[in-house]
């Protein structure tokens, strides 16, 4: 009785509105419509009486009385009259409205505008309905839809291919250097991962190449070398549907070098400058310029998110491949800033290593004597598959790519939370986003920049997920060791690595951990010399200024039968 009370005396109240607008159109009316709606006020008092005493409703009289039959008789003979349609019981108590259109003013008053606004609203709820099931059958088609990853493409200080690059990696091989692009003996650093030689190859046209900053170089540089290595030649590509064929490959900050000649010649005319500055400088402007020189016309853009910005990529690309609005994207990262401003920027971030007089040792993640990263260059992209699309043509299949997850810290400009909380929401969420059981997580590809406060906090994070995995099976390395941090293309180079690892068996080495941090558990992390291993799902991590967190996850391929 107590809910039909309440209900009651919600649907009183909005007769008792109804009844007060009645008194104001009363004095518009002829009298004796008005002397027509005082009678049928003085009834809806009396039924009013009842409700708000909490009396049975079959007090009424003609049978048990229903709030149906409190509107109708409340408005019935009324020309703004509606028939309303009514809801099941609720508790066997009372009904609840729903109410149907017609034409003319409803019983509120507030006439045709409000009774399209309920057509427009049942029309609205039936495409959410409708909208709601087409994205139900999407989820179910992007679970059916695997990745996999069918090409690779780097450039790096270590090799300008995936085979010379990984090799030079198991053997603990230091690609990190003194600067010799520039003067930099005025910069307290002076060392980098710095590309030393380099040549596109026939790759990319000399005319445009001149005028291109870095990043896009080595971004169209190792996007094609990834086609190559994926089996698909411009006689093979010919074969490829383009409206579902895309690009994805980004970069933490763009075309810095293409940037800083032009602000210099500003400064002298902005004649000066050239008609490429504002074109070849935005990050977005390699990506389009590799799918201008494909022909590809599905999803092209680029995201920048500092060093998670790779990860970003990657794991959006895979997203168009699962929904169906691609079959085939390149996607990864690439970055050109060992440069005066990069160095000079870092620096006044007081992140960089300035261990000058050791440059190879220089980068040690999670040893107690680090100092700071080092920064690094290049790109790395990887070919992304369809499963079916990939089989059809016959494409060799390096690893599956299963999914992952982005997350922001909410807490600092350049250093994680101390409590590591969105490097474990990330891993956490990657884990339950793609079903994988954490205890088959047997090899993470670390962030591990080298910074003193990054590494620490991102191992207790690694701890606080996978502390319980068993040991020693459980590796963890950084890439970074080796090559520097590359900063948006750091994560794309890291997966080459990764999936390196997946095919060969073996994980490269960290390097220049001679001794470990308090608090590191020496046990899970690789040692200075390479290790067997047989991996069941490996984890990339990267991540950036600003909070951005993102952790992706591969696995060696397997048909399900």
Known sequence: MAIASSVCTWLVAACMSRTALCVTEEKKRPIEQGLGRLARRKKL????????????????????????????????????????????????????????????????????????????????????????????????????????????????????????????????????????????????????????SFSPDGLVSPKISKRMDKFMLYMLTAGKQALIDGGLTEETM????????????????????????????????????????????????????????????????????????????????????MQGEADVMLAGGSEGAVLPIGIGGFLACRALSRRNHEPEKASRPWDSNRDGFVIGEGAGVLLLEELGHAKQRGAHIYAEFLGGAFTCDAYSLTQPHPEGRGIILCMEKALTVTGVARENVNYINAHGASTQVGDTREFKAMIKCFGQNPQPELRVNSTKSMIGHLLGAAGGVEAVATIQAIRSGWVHPNINLENPDTGMDAKLLVGTKKERLDIKVAMSNSFGFGGHSSSILFAPYKEIK
């Open 238 to 321: 010919k074969n490829l549907d383009v409206a579902k064929c895309g690009v994805l490959i980004g970069s933490g900050i763009g075309g810095v070098q293409v940037l800083y000649d032009n602000t210099v010649a500003c400064m002298v005319s902005h004649k000066k400058m050239s008609p490429f500055c504002v074109p070849f400088a935005v990050p977005n402007m390699g990506s389009a310029t590799l799918a201008m020189d494909l022909g590809w016309m599905g999803p092209n853009y680029s995201i920048s998110t500092a060093c998670a910005t790779s990860n970003f990529c990657i794991l959006n690309a895979a997203n168009h491949i």
């Open 45 to 196: 008092a009396s039924l009013m009486n009842v409700c708000s005493s909490g009396s049975s409703l079959g007090q009424l009289g003609a049978g048990t009385f229903s709030c149906s039959s409190f509107l109708n008789q409340a408005f019935k003979g009324s020309q703004n009259y509606y028939q309303y349609s009514w809801a099941g019981p609720l508790s066997g108590q009372c009904g609840l409205p729903l109410l149907s259109v017609a034409e003319g003013r409803d019983v509120f008053g507030h006439g045709e505008k409000r009774s399209k606004r309920f057509a427009a609203g049942t029309v609205a709820a039936r495409t959410r309905q409708s909208t709601d099931k087409v994205a139900t059958e999407k989820n179910k088609e992007a679970q059916q839809r695997r990745v996999v990853v069918t090409g690779m493409g780097v450039v790096t200080s270590l090799g300008h291919d995936p085979d010379t690059f990984y090799k030079n990696l198991l053997e603990g091989v230091s690609g990190i250097s003194e600067i010799e692009s520039f003067d930099c003996s005025g910069f307290p650093t002076r060392i980098a991962g710095e590309i030393k």
